[in-house]
């Protein structure tokens, strides 16, 4: 299985931290998330997808699994966890609709999700709600305002349930990355996306 358990001092929860389309569990992004995860007292598994494990082996390019194959392959690990500290799930992007699809599985606690795909880049018409509806856990949506596949003005248009929590990032994209102009920094965003997650996962644990 190809995975990785990064482990937090006196850990408050475990997170499985799913990649997205584009890059694999070592790309700079999810390992920079990962360590600032880590540093908040929290484990983080993460792991490749099967088409991700392929392209490491043949370095050939290949386009996602189909979502069945996804969902196999992350309930795995959810299915794998025998840890008694609380179990979070999530992902960037795809990993994070996978994560959502995946939400009411009994030993989840909540979801995360960074940069959720409310839709294909520049077919706005092609939803892909359904997860977030059938959800009944808490989620937790971190969005930049300007995000190709779900900008801010477009989601709070779809009108969600309470039990989605959303917190926008001024002008992020679909990685949180903010424009010079706007007077952010892409660090500063993904610092805040951590710090957002932290605090969705502490607020639920105290409130068991």
Request: with cysteine.
């Amino acid at each position: 299985m190809d995975r990785k358990i990064d482990l937090a001092e006196k850990p408050t929860a475990t997170l499985i931290f799913a990649h997205g389309a584009g890059a694999d569990m070592d790309s700079d992004y999810i390992e920079n998330m990962t360590k600032a995860l880590v540093a908040q007292h929290l484990n983080v598994i993460r792991f490749n997808f099967p088409y991700m494990v392929q392209r490491k082996i043949d370095g050939k390019r290949r386009p996602p699994n189909r979502m069945p194959q996804l969902l196999e392959e992350y309930l795995k690990h959810i299915n794998d966890y025998s840890d008694a500290l609380p179990l979070f799930i999530g992902g960037k992007s795809m990993g994070s609709r996978v994560a959502t699809t995946l939400a009411n599985e009994d030993k989840v606690q909540g979801v995360f999700c960074i940069g959720y795909p409310f839709h294909p880049q520049k077919q706005p018409e092609k939803l892909r709600l359904e997860p977030l509806q059938a959800c009944t856990k808490p989620v937790l949506i971190v969005q930049g305002t300007r995000d190709a596949l779900g900008n801010e003005d477009e989601i709070i248009s779809y009108k969600l349930a309470d039990n989605i929590n959303l917190k926008f990032l001024e002008d992020g994209d679909h990685d949180l990355k903010p424009r010079v102009k706007s007077g952010f920094k892409h660090q500063q965003h993904k610092d805040s996306a951590v710090n957002a997650i932290a605090e969705f996962v502490q607020s639920l644990i105290n409130s068991k």
